[in-house]
């Protein structure tokens, strides 16, 4: 297994667009979840999933913001009508359960950036 | 409510030296707490992950101890090399649930030669 993936690994995009990130957890993962971070800050948590279903959406996680996980596998995160707040670092992450045996394991990230 | 706090936010060292990294945290209540490394503009590696019933792990030069009575949880690097420099973070369990992370701000290593 090839770790967490994430694509694209930067997006470059002007104020108003949509745009959409994908992530590929570790396969035998059942949980997935999605950070944001921004410079100088330690990673903030959007939403997580358990299989394919959405358990926790954070407050950070603003009506333009959708995250889908069909079938438990790949997840996608799209941001509608993107703000230039929205420029960060979009993290995800896996984990068997709650991470309480193997802790997380992040991707690579993709980098945003809003014009 | 889970808080984590790093200190220090940087540190510049040169070559060879060993390093203390501090983390601290509100909710005692964990399960483990995990290390993680950043390089610039790139995701997290995880470093060590320690379980609650440990009191330390070690990899390579890395050491990790976590006190869950004092809320704090030390990083240590021995024999630090250039190729260390980068961002650490520590993450504990939120409070009331398994369900997510709670991250520290970092703290922004640099060593030089």
């Known amino acids: 297994d090839t770790g967490v993936s994430q694509d694209p690994r930067h997006k470059i995009t002007k104020r108003g667009q949509n745009v959409t990130f994908r992530c590929d957890p570790i396969?035998?993962?059942?949980?997935l979840y999605w950070y944001r971070q921004t410079l100088g800050q330690g990673p903030e948590f959007l939403t997580y999933?358990?299989?394919?279903?959405?358990?926790?959406k954070s407050r950070l996680l603003s009506d333009r913001f959708s995250a889908e996980r069909p079938k438990g596998s790949f997840s996608t995160l799209e941001i509608q009508r993107t703000e230039q707040g929205d420029s960060a670092m979009y993290l995800c992450?896996?984990?068997?359960?709650?991470?309480?045996?193997?802790?997380?394991?992040f991707g690579s990230g993709t980098r945003l950036t809003v014009v | 409510k889970q808080e984590v706090t790093q200190i220090p936010a940087a540190l510049s060292v040169p070559e060879g030296e060993n390093l203390v990294l501090n983390c601290s945290f509100t909710d005692s209540a964990i399960y483990n707490l995990q290390w993680f490394r950043q390089d610039p503009g790139k995701g997290l590696t995880s470093l060590l992950l320690i379980q609650s019933s440990q009191r330390e792990q070690t990899s390579g030069r890395l050491n990790a101890s976590l006190d869950k009575s004092s809320g704090r949880s030390t990083l240590y690097i021995a024999a630090s090399q250039p190729g260390d420099s980068a961002t650490y973070l520590c993450a504990a369990p939120h409070s009331g649930g398994y369900n997510k992370l709670i991250f520290g701000a970092g703290t922004r290593l640099a060593v030089h030669p």
């Open positions: 992450a896996s984990s068997l359960g709650g991470g309480r045996h193997y802790g997380y394991t």
């Open positions: 396969s035998e993962h059942n949980r």
């Open positions: 999933f358990q299989n394919e279903a959405q358990l926790e």
